[in-house]
């Protein structure tokens, strides 16, 4: 998966590939499912969700750069895959999860990964995780139709916040970074995700 899926597709942080090559994707899905775990496509892991494609994870984790000290803002836990990488890679991860069956799985994974770095919360991420912040990175696993404003009011200066924005069908892969004059936008093309179910993103699952 690392060399033919991300590698070869120009993910080029070491970093992002070692934390890749070391979280077992199969662990994140449900058993019938693991032998795909390595397919190069999203796959549902229950209650309607989906853990993203390996290279959109790559590529968003990339986005992202946490560093070792970074405290880093997931919204949108889902089976724990992202969060999990990104315990690799940064100082501590904050991740809040809406569906408490998806959140109690993936709180089961990191133990058995040993990742302690991790505070996990159930509820509406587009409010953020005020008590903790400021944030050097915030990422936004679901789709949204705009950056729900508490977050980018929680990112540091010099931090970066990745999130893919457009409508329920089709979005981009938005990254703002708060620099000394303001947030700059950086675009890094086509997504699909399942959204952001919020009375700040879409108000509604489509399917209800
Ligand atoms: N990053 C995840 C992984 O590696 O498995 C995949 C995330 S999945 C594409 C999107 C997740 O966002 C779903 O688990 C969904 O329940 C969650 N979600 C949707 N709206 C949310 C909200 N307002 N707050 C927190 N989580 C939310």
């Given at each position: 998966m690392v060399a033919?899926?991300?590698?070869?597709?120009?993910?080029?942080?070491?970093?992002?590939?070692?934390?890749?090559?070391?979280?077992p994707r199969e662990w994140f899905l449900p058993p019938h499912l693991a032998r795909?775990?390595?397919?190069?496509?999203?796959?549902?892991?229950?209650?309607?969700?989906?853990i993203s494609q390996p290279l959109i994870v790559a590529l968003m984790t990339e986005a992202l750069a946490p560093r070792r000290r970074d405290r880093v803002l997931e919204?949108?836990?889902?089976?724990?895959?992202?969060?999990?990488?990104?315990?690799?890679?940064?100082?501590?991860?904050?991740?809040i999860e809406r569906l408490p069956d998806l959140l109690v799985?993936?709180?089961?994974?990191?133990?058995?990964?040993?990742?302690?770095?991790?505070?996990?919360?159930?509820g509406d991420g587009a409010a953020g995780w005020p008590e903790c912040a400021p944030f050097q990175g915030i990422i936004v696993t679901a789709a949204a139709p705009g950056v729900p404003t508490p977050l980018t009011e929680q990112l540091a200066?010099?931090?970066?916040?990745?999130?893919?924005?457009?409508?329920?069908?089709?979005?981009e892969l938005i990254i703002l970074q708060r620099g000394p004059a303001g947030l700059v936008e950086r675009r890094a093309g086509g997504v699909r995700f399942v959204p952001l179910i919020s009375r700040l993103a879409f108000t509604e699952e489509p399917w209800t």
């Open positions: 033919r899926q991300l590698a070869a597709r120009g993910i080029r942080d070491c970093r992002v590939l070692a934390a890749m090559a070391w979280v795909e775990a390595y397919d190069d496509a999203p796959l549902p892991i229950g209650s309607g969700q989906t919204i949108g836990t889902g089976s724990g895959y992202q969060t999990a990488i990104l315990a690799r890679l940064a100082g501590r991860v904050y991740t799985e993936a709180e089961e994974r990191f133990r058995r990964l040993g990742l302690t770095n991790i505070e996990t919360r159930l200066p010099g931090g970066r916040l990745v999130i893919p924005i457009g409508d329920l069908a089709a979005q």
